[in-house]
């Protein structure tokens, strides 16, 4: 069974930073998509930077040079470091996998959210 675990979410004032984290455990890190999306009460959850098992990114563009993703796959672990945040940024962050479990299953799996708020 695959499962994200987040965390690293909190209160930051605008300007800030913070890093997000997501640890894997089930599948097989190393080849499965990683991304992060966020979502508030109301709305579509929507991406916010994705990562290939190759290392390819990509970003929405109201995050373009402010969030990093990164990978470390000896820790199975996908990182988003945000920096200059807006209060816009406040939502719950989702990551999200792409890939194969152990037994080489197509899974997509959520984790349960990491709740970010930026105060201005």
């Known amino acids: 069974q695959v499962q994200l675990v987040e965390s690293g979410g909190g209160l930051v004032q605008a300007g800030g930073s913070l890093r997000l984290s997501c640890a894997a455990s089930?599948?097989?890190?190393?080849?499965?998509?990683m991304g992060w999306y966020r979502q508030v009460p109301g709305k579509q959850r929507d991406v916010v930077a994705a990562?290939?098992?190759?290392?390819?990114?990509n970003y929405a563009d109201s995050v373009k040079g402010r969030f990093t993703i990164s990978r470390d796959n000896a820790k199975n672990t996908v990182y988003l470091q945000m920096n200059s945040l807006k209060p816009e940024d406040t939502a719950v962050y989702y990551c999200?996998?792409?890939?194969?479990?152990?037994?080489?299953?197509?899974?997509?799996?959520w984790g349960q959210g990491t709740l970010v708020t930026v105060s201005s």
């Open positions: 990562i290939t098992s190759g290392g390819n990114t």
């Open positions: 999200n996998s792409k890939g194969f479990d152990l037994a080489y299953n197509y899974r997509e799996v």
């Open positions: 089930g599948s097989i890190f190393s080849r499965n998509a």
